[in-house]
């Protein structure tokens, strides 16, 4: 019987892979048999993730490239595709957040920084990508989103609304790719104990009241999104597209 998650010779790319979710995300593939490529800003952190990886018996490189550089994403996919000769998935993970307040006092720098990062980065990357995965008669897009996107976090005005065009992206790629044997699909989490999320999970009063509310009783950690980023990468999610799914602990869900 075929195996529905199995991503032998399968390419993927994978943006934020240094660490946090884009990290684990990575592992997983290269588990499963995917050869990855991963990305983010440093190559230097990146080399060490990379040597991980080939440690491990999976097969990966490390190209580093900014998430709101249009042009060093392209070399990204054309680097990708120079080294293994296609490009079977794309997981759009990289982003930011340098503003912690509300939305109207925001510098434009903070907005335009955290667009080109957030959204148009992965407009970028997925216009690349996609050249390739018609070539090779389908693929796989995967975009991190956040459970902001569906409902505006605290102080979080600006990142809260990249992240709800992420999963406006995410719906509108799906219709416009089905033809393509293209699916597209957002992974929607909520706080996880990364780096990246210090800032929330490192205020005890602020951890207390999410906990509160969280069914599973306790935050995310970079693995709880690797099983489904499996899913949504193999051909057990073939007929799957256009969906969001949020991966919180029941946080949005609520206690009783």
Do not use: C
Not at 183 to 196: D, R, S
């Amino acid at each position: 019987m075929t195996d529905l998650f199995d991503l032998s010779e399968r390419v993927a790319i994978v943006t934020g892979a240094s660490r946090g979710i884009g990290k684990a995300i990575a592992q997983q593939f290269v588990q499963a048999g995917a050869k990855v490529v991963i990305s983010s800003r440093k190559q230097d952190a990146l080399d060490i993730v990379a040597d991980g990886l080939r440690a491990s018996g999976g097969e990966a490189i490390a190209i580093a490239a900014h998430n709101g550089d249009k042009v060093a994403l392209q070399a990204l996919v054309e680097e990708t595709l120079r080294h293994y000769g296609k490009l079977d998935i794309l997981v759009n993970n990289a982003a930011t957040n340098p503003h912690f307040g509300t939305i109207l006092e925001a510098d434009d720098s903070y907005w335009r920084k955290t667009l080109d990062v957030n959204l148009m980065g992965n407009v970028w990357l997925s216009q690349a990508a996609v050249k390739a995965m018609r070539a090779g008669g389908g693929g796989k897009i995967i975009n991190v989103a956040s459970i902001v996107g569906l409902n505006p976090g605290r102080y979080q005005g600006v990142y809260s609304i990249t992240k709800s065009a992420i999963i406006s992206l995410t719906k509108t790629l799906a219709v416009e790719l089905g033809a393509d044997n293209i699916q597209v699909n957002a992974i929607a989490p909520g706080l996880v104990q990364t780096k990246f999320a210090r800032a929330l999970w490192a205020d005890e009063d602020l951890l207390g009241e999410i906990l509160a509310q969280t069914p599973a009783g306790r935050i995310g950690q970079p693995i709880d999104f690797a099983g489904i980023a499996q899913f949504l990468a193999s051909p057990a999610s073939d007929f799957t597209t256009g969906a969001v799914f949020v991966l919180d602990g029941g946080l949005s869900v609520g206690s009783i």
